[in-house]
């Protein structure tokens, strides 16, 4: 469940003075240079340590366009009617009502026009619509996951087939990964409604037409089958599961976020906090939004992920790297068993942060260093 045209080598240094040839030069990824065209392919090769590769301080990936804070101005600029959205917040700067699930909305169309072109996005009513600077954080990560098997080259990302497994009507993964990356996308969905949402944004916005193509999955009880065709390979998939177990365990994470949401508002603005039992009675929709099969499932992530990983290694041989988001830590080592009874032949997981929110994704490959090697060499 980010984002690639910038692909100058991107500087990891966390001091403030630059020189003064590099002022004129944003580093790929920055608010200042988020408008300028940028070479596809990173230069920086992924870290094979757990935690990944090195962080800025904001925690996002050095090329996330979306470090800082968000350039309002530009956004009205790409879209208009942002602007009756827009609030100050207790110390004067700009920002939207993040419990209001249009204002969320309005300011994904806004960022997905103003940073990677798309213009025309939108989802029905009560679908997930994802925080994006995250979203496109996994993508460049993965970027970094290819770029690792090169040796300090890039990986030819203009070559790289992708498949994201749920892709849901955002669609928000294979658009950063085509925008950013050049990269071809196939994504997949239990939710027709989802497929064709995501298939009208990629038709509907030139500069993914052609390169995202959306697929049903008839059969709920596959990841993989069904999907990945017989002569096909991926150089990569992708996937955001759902983690709650059931429809009740997702309201009450939603109510969190609510009551969270309110606590810090409350907090910038010097109010004392009260608890939601004493508070008005809110119905949990989530201004994220999000369908059955974007939040919960029998078993919850743990059983998810279990599931594709095993159904991975039927198609062994057609994909370089799969790799899932893992939202609970805890199954990160049920995962890496359940992988290594498998027989995969190398495991990476990586950290990845935005402000104190800490997730990761793992990726794991059938093939060993000659093979993947092999791989790329017929790319």
């Not at 003075?17 to 200042?32: D, E, L, Y």
């Not at 590769?53 to 050095?62: E, I, R």
């Not at 991926?234 to 994470?253: I, M, R, W």
């Not at 899932?324 to 995962?335: A, F, H």
Request: glycine share 8%.
């Amino acid at each position: 469940m980010s984002q690639e045209k910038k692909h100058k080598k991107p500087t990891l240094s966390l001091t403030k003075k630059k020189p003064a040839s590099q002022k004129k030069k944003p580093v790929s990824g920055s608010k200042t240079g988020s408008s300028s065209k940028k070479k596809v392919g990173a230069n920086k090769p992924a870290s094979k340590h757990v935690k990944g590769t090195p962080m800025k301080k904001s925690g996002l990936h050095p090329r996330n366009q979306h470090t800082g804070r968000y350039d309002f101005t530009a956004l009205v600029e790409a879209l208009p009617e942002l602007q009756e959205f827009v609030v100050k917040n207790p110390v004067g700067e700009s920002t939207v009502n993040f419990s209001d699930p249009v204002s969320v909305k309005m300011l994904n169309k806004a960022l997905l026009a103003h940073h990677y072109g798309v213009k025309h996005w939108d989802i029905p009513e009560g679908y997930l619509c994802p925080p994006i600077p995250g979203r496109a954080d996994y993508i460049h990560r993965v970027a970094d996951l290819l770029n690792a098997d090169c040796e300090g080259h890039p990986y030819p990302h203009k070559s790289v087939q992708a498949l994201d497994i749920g892709v849901g009507a955002n669609c928000i993964y294979p658009i950063v990964g085509v925008t950013e990356y050049g990269w071809k996308y196939k994504g997949s969905d239990v939710d027709a409604v989802s497929i064709k949402a995501a298939n009208f944004i990629a038709e509907a916005n030139p500069v993914l037409k052609g390169k995202i193509r959306c697929k049903l999955q008839a059969n709920a009880d596959f990841m993989f089958k069904g999907i990945i065709g017989e002569n096909e390979r991926y150089d990569v998939t992708t996937c955001n599961p759902p983690f709650h177990q059931s429809l009740e365990e997702a309201q009450k994470g939603t109510q969190r976020k609510l009551d969270n949401l309110a606590a810090n508002r409350n907090k910038r603005q010097g109010k004392p906090e009260k608890s939601a039992k004493g508070g008005e009675k809110r119905s949990p929709a989530l201004n994220f939004g999000g369908q059955k099969a974007e939040l919960w499932c029998d078993g919850g992530e743990a059983a998810f992920v279990a599931k594709l990983a095993k159904e991975s290694q039927l198609f062994a041989t057609q994909v370089l790297w799969f790799t899932t988001l893992i939202s609970k830590k805890e199954n990160v080592s049920t995962l890496k068993v359940t992988l290594d009874k498998l027989g995969v032949k190398q495991i990476k997981v990586v950290e990845m942060s935005q402000g104190q929110k800490v997730s990761r994704f793992v990726a794991w490959t059938y093939m060993d260093n000659a093979e993947r090697k092999t791989w790329i060499s017929l790319k």
